[in-house]
């Protein structure tokens, strides 16, 4: 993404790296409708 390296190139961090998981989540359905639930909001770990 040039667009973005472009822009964020002279930017400070706000902070430290953080980040948290897997965090293991069920749902019972992934479909309703026309709605799909894909990647982290159909439950996989790693989507």
């Known amino acids: 993404m ?6 964020l190139r002279d930017a400070e961090a706000a902070g430290g790296v ?5 965090l293991r989540q069920g749902s019972r ?12 909001a ?3 770990v790693d989507a």
């Open 18 to 22: 953080r980040g948290a998981g897997p």
């Open 29 to 40: 359905r992934r479909v309703a409708g026309r709605v799909l639930l894909v990647g982290d």
């Open 42 to 44: 159909a439950g996989y």
């Open 2 to 7: 040039p667009d973005l390296a472009a822009l």
